[in-house]
């Protein structure tokens, strides 16, 4: 049996397609409702998982979401 027989078409895209959504840092702190420096902070001691491409933050949903999760309110 193949892995994706036992999931729908669709659950699989949708998890594909959050995966791809990536977030600036001024989005995170928009939808956080933090200030913008503490989202850098978060960023750059690594506790929230990001990447820079060509030196600009970007964050993946995915990655935001599982940092919501472990870091509830």
């Not at 993946?60 to 919501?68: A, H, N, S």
Request: proline residues 5%; glycine residues 4%.
């Amino acid at each position: 049996m193949c892995f994706f027989d036992s999931m729908e078409h669709n659950t699989i895209e949708d998890e594909l397609e959050d995966a791809c959504i990536v977030l600036r840092p001024s989005d995170v702190s928009e939808l956080l409702d933090l200030h913008p420096n503490t989202v850098y902070r978060l960023l750059q001691s690594g506790k929230l998982p990001a990447c820079k491409v060509g030196g600009s933050w970007r964050i993946y949903r995915k990655d935001l979401i599982d940092f919501i999760k472990k870091h509830p309110v």
